[in-house]
DNA sequence: TCCTTCGCATACTGTCGGTATGTGAAAAGT
DNA sequence: ACTTTTCACATACCGACAGTATGCGAAGGA
């Protein structure tokens, strides 16, 4: 085993367990200890990786950015003949889906904003599914489908809506819960249609 | 100065300053002797009134979330002529401009959540304006003014999509977002309702 | 006036994030 | 082939901070 690929597979087992662990006791209830123990190094492994707690939490936060990124677009390249409307549905449903998983929801949504600061949440949001939303609303104005406006705020409007959907989701247990707020949802996105 | 006036005193001037710099630095960010010092105190007076650093925070979110929900009941009152659909308008738009200050944006919506946990925090902005706000969904779907539907899920994209608007509103400086906000927003309002 | 209560201070401990330094093996140079 | 350098990690330590145990002095009741 090579020295770099030595390197890699620690660094991806500390993620492994850094994301575990965060998922489940959340930022504060996690020692860096014990994440290290966890994947069988010490904590001079980790802070040779990572520069400190909050950076080994940002990079599992854009990890999973990054998979509820790509479950947003995989949903909507999977009907390439559908309209950006039904797109963009599609790709909110996908989003609200993924979002309720417990490691999204504990790390991206619940411990997030705290740790790092909205803005460098923000910032990775938008680069993971903000983006994709916002081009999504671009094109539907574009075409005339919703009123003209900035989509900025209207796109926040969105994604704060399904954050807080997939919260209330992921806490209570009648399976009828996600139709009831997805059709909600719908309902508000029907809403901003021109007829 | 009788000794259950001390009490007080001390008490809401803990408060005062743990709110003061809860609301600048953080929950992360500021120290129990930190606290304790700018109050004029020492820590041990602090675990005299408060049980842990986490109960103290709980205390000063309560605070907060009871004067945004009193910002939100007292805009529906002032206005006592206009009809259930105007109360629900107004009542959001209090919430949009009261959420928008510093000591709410961290406090209850970045540290909020995290701190306590997603129930404890679900359940304090329940009883602070989360209630008023389901109130006036059910009174809209009990005279048709909207659809007929749970209104708890609706009620959570409301308050998520506000929430996360009012984010976005502190972090920019336009003057002009906070009326493309509310834009947005009323027109998704607008779309809920039955023609 | 004595005794109890209690609001708060003082002093201490354990945990944890972070740092400084050591070490042995892999890679590079000669 | 031998030396030197690099580097992935371990070990040992420090400071900060949440939390606790205890002491004290004044208020309030008996």
Redesign the interface.
Known sequence: MTRIEQREQTRRALLREARRLFATL???GVGLDQIASATGVTKGALYHHFTSKADLFGVVLAQVQAEVGDAVAAAAVAEPEADHWDQLRTGCRAFLVASTHPDVRQIM???G???L???QW?ALDEAASGRHLEEALISLVAEGTI?Q??V???G??????????A??LA?SSRPS?LD??W???D??L????IP
Chains 1, 2 share one sequence.
């Open positions: 959340g930022y504060g949504l619940i411990d904003p705290a740790v600061g909205w803005a923000r009123d406006q900035p900025t705020p209207l926040r409007l969105l994604s704060g809506a399904m954050n807080e959907a919260l209330w806490e819960d009831d707020a059709a909600a949802f309902r508000m029907e809403g901003l249609r």
